[in-house]
Each structure stands twice: as structure tokens, then as C-alpha cells.
């Protein structure tokens, strides 16, 4: 019987392929490693996890992200005020804004930002029409 043997360094689909054809006490043994594996290594497993995401939904690496957050001085490239000023419930980093059409990650906002130019879609009208409403009724 062949034993388990964790596929870091293989690509996602031919980690998949692999674990597929391990019988469910190799599963479990393989989980099992996993999760200890994470549990002593607390901070690998956040940046592992960090970067996996970073890359899947804007194509951007850690490294990006912080050679980013490094030339805005960790600051809202909206606002200006810094991510440490405006964390949100989870964390203190800043969100990737990126243009939904393209995907052209474009610079990090704090979510408040993000979230505004999110609501009204990137339409620059619209911002100009809310801020013509602001200055209106101040």
C-alpha cells in the first residue's frame, strides 16, 4: 500500500488528481497532517493562504501586495488615511481595487473606499453627482 505523501510543490490540479486516488484512511491521515501542520505554523499558513488568494482573484503574489502597500505608505490611495486608521473587522490590510471589466488591479483602497466606488458601479458620474449633491447640502 502506498503511504501518503503531501504534494506541496505539485500543481493544484495534479495535487487534486492525487488526492483523489487515496483511499479514505490516506485522506484522513493526509488531513489530519495538514491540520498539524498548520496549527505549528501559524504564520506560513497565513502568508501560504495570503498569496494563494492574492493570485486567484486579482493575479497579483504577496509580494506585489506589498511592494503596493510599501509605495503608498500604507495608506488609501482614495483617502490617504492609513490601513492601521481604518481596519476593518478582520484585519488592517487594505483592498486590492481592481477594475471589474479588465481585472487591471489598479491600487489599494481601504474598504470604505473600495465599497463606495463598488456601490456606483466605477461610474465617475455618478461620483461627480454625489459630490455636486454634498457640496450642495452642506
Known amino acids: 500500500m502506498k503511504t ?9 490540479r495534479c495535487r487534486k488528481e ?7 484512511e490516506q485522506k484522513q491521515k493526509e488531513k489530519e497532517k495538514v491540520q498539524a501542520w498548520r496549527k505549528a505554523n501559524p504564520e506560513k499558513f497565513k502568508t501560504h493562504s495570503t498569496n494563494a488568494s492574492l493570485k486567484k482573484k486579482y493575479g497579483i503574489t504577496l509580494e506585489q501586495y506589498n511592494e503596493m ?7 488609501c490611495d482614495v483617502c490617504g488615511k ?6 476593518n473587522k478582520l484585519t488592517n490590510k487594505l483592498a486590492v481595487d481592481h477594475c471589474h471589466a479588465t481585472g487591471k ?16 458601479n466605477d461610474d465617475v458620474d455618478v461620483l461627480k453627482k454625489a459630490i455636486e449633491y454634498l457640496e450642495r447640502n452642506k
Open 4 to 12: 501518503a505523501v503531501t504534494q506541496e510543490l505539485k500543481p493544484k
Open 82 to 87: 492609513h490601513a492601521l486608521e481604518v481596519k
Open 18 to 24: 492525487w488526492y483523489e486516488k487515496l483511499s479514505p
Open 105 to 120: 488591479v489598479r491600487a489599494l483602497l481601504c474598504h470604505k473606499c473600495n465599497n463606495m466606488l463598488g456601490c456606483c
Open 69 to 75: 502597500f510599501t509605495k503608498q505608505n500604507g495608506c
